[in-house]
């Protein structure tokens, strides 16, 4: 079964620092890009961040630009978000989510989503 | 405020057909056919339901199609069933800069 699962979320001060894990299964992780999509509650998907299968393209969005930094580790199947300086305006559910692109990022659809873990962000 | 610019909601009684439709720019959707359309059904995560404009995923229903003309890109739902009652959302590729844009989603009632 083709699965991601999302973990490290929490409670956390502003400006404080907080990293997100997604474990990925079912399917060869090392063909795919993968990226990070946020919702805040009660609001719509805010794209976050988004990485080539070899690490070599990465993109972020210009609200996160500078302060969060998406890695993975293919021999682990895994993908990370290094969350700094930390905002109320962070506070969301955040989603991992698989790159539709075989070998290729294609930035544009995205076909297999995890459950996604809270992030939220106050003093 | 979203990139891309979608009705807050729609609704349609069962058998009727409705169109969702997603207006951006000359800068997403209208340079590329690189559209997207997620369903979500609320406290689950999104379902990719059309790519590239107009295709759909295995598994996905043929009574859900997509469009675009210039910079508005659509989603129709053809023969309303109770399921398909849930947000929807479109998303575009936007350049190497920006890369990609959602929109703020539209809450689809069936009647």
């Known amino acids: 079964e083709v699965q991601l699962v999302e973990s490290g979320g929490g409670l956390v001060q502003p400006g404080r620092s907080l990293r997100l894990s997604c474990a990925a299964s079912?399917?060869?992780?090392?063909?795919?890009?993968m990226h990070w999509v946020r919702q805040a509650p009660g609001k719509g998907l805010e794209w976050v961040s988004g990485?080539?299968?070899?690490?070599?393209?990465?993109g972020y969005a210009d609200s996160v630009k500078g302060r969060f930094t998406i890695s993975r580790d293919n021999a682990k199947n895994s993908l990370y978000l290094q969350m700094n300086s930390l905002r109320a305006e962070d506070t969301a559910l955040y989603y991992c989510?698989?790159?539709?692109?075989?070998?290729?990022?294609?930035?544009?659809?995205?076909?297999?989503w995890g459950q996604g873990t809270m992030v939220t962000v106050s003093s | 405020q979203s990139a891309l610019t979608q009705p807050a909601s729609v609704s349609g009684s069962p058998g009727q057909s409705i169109t969702i439709s997603c207006t951006g720019t000359?800068?997403?959707?209208?340079?590329?056919?690189?559209v997207s359309w997620y369903q979500q059904h609320p406290g689950k995560a999104p379902k990719l339901m059309i790519y590239?404009?107009?295709k759909r995923p295995s598994g996905v229903s043929n009574r859900f199609s997509g469009s675009k003309s210039g910079n508005t890109a659509s989603l129709t739902i053809s023969g309303l069933q109770a399921e398909d009652e849930a947000d929807y959302y479109c998303?575009?590729?936007?350049?190497?800069?920006?890369?990609?844009?959602f929109g703020g989603g539209t809450k689809l009632t069936v009647l």
């Open positions: 079912g399917f060869t992780f090392d063909d795919y890009a």
């Open positions: 989510a698989k790159d539709m692109g075989s070998g290729v990022i294609r930035w544009d659809a995205f076909d297999i």
């Open positions: 000359s800068s997403d959707v209208g340079s590329y056919n690189l």
């Open positions: 998303c575009s590729y936007a350049g190497s800069s920006t890369h990609v844009v």
């Open positions: 590239e404009v107009s």
């Open positions: 990485i080539s299968w070899n690490s070599g393209s990465i």
